[in-house]
């Protein structure tokens, strides 16, 4: 989807693992800086969906990630919370820790450092958002909207290529096309794994 910044995954937890890994382009590793944000998976599972489709590391690599699996996190490593706090093992890819899951302001922050650091390097920056559905629990529905206005901004400004996991079986129509206008792409993906492609630049 040569353009877009931001593209809305929707697809259940059950069918997303492929499309997810596609999106964050493993065949070009070498030249692409990975950020994982995630409500849902641990680090080591961001990790091991990554390892299932390449062995080579990214350039640059690095995992911002919510409530219950980073101080998980943090008490494995013996690290702290926050900026500067613990490496994920073996890879030493930073973890930063958002400690409450409705802090969308720190979320940003975590977000906007990792697309600093990496501006100045000649890397594709991918991100993947994992995912609305959690992110939805915590926020109210325009509190959330106000936040991916500001993010995908960012992410653009920046030319990083983020993908938004969400499960449409999960919200009402109304929620899912609000998201949607917020996205450059939409891809769906069905039950049996297929699926349609949606741009708002052709």
Not at 71 to 78: I, K, L, N, P
Not at 112 to 136: G, H, I, M, Q
Not at 178 to 191: G, K, N, R, Y
Request: charge should be negative.
């Amino acid at each position: 989807m040569a353009g877009a910044n931001s593209t809305l995954l929707l697809t259940s937890s059950f069918t997303d693992e492929q499309h997810c890994t596609e999106l964050l382009h493993p065949s070009d590793a070498a030249e692409t800086n990975v950020l994982w944000v995630s409500y849902t998976k641990s680090p080591d599972q961001q990790l091991r969906r990554w390892r299932e489709h390449t062995d080579e590391r990214p350039a640059e690599m690095g995992i911002v990630s919510v409530e219950d699996s980073t101080r998980s996190v943090a008490a494995e490593t013996g690290g702290s919370s926050g900026p500067g706090g613990p490496s994920l093992p073996e890879t030493n890819a930073p973890v930063e820790t958002v400690n409450s899951p409705n802090d969308l302001t720190g979320l940003g922050i975590r977000i906007t450092e990792f697309l600093a650091d990496w501006e100045e390097n000649d890397n594709r920056t991918v991100v993947c958002f994992d995912s609305l559905t959690a992110l939805l629990q915590y926020v109210e529905l325009e509190t959330a909207y106000e936040f991916l206005h500001i993010i995908t901004g960012r992410m653009a400004k920046t030319d990083a290529f983020a993908h938004f996991h969400m499960d449409p079986e999960a919200h009402d129509e109304q929620t899912v096309e609000i998201v949607t206008s917020l996205m450059d792409a939409v891809v769906e993906v069905d039950a049996n794994g297929d699926e349609s492609i949606r741009s708002r630049k052709s």
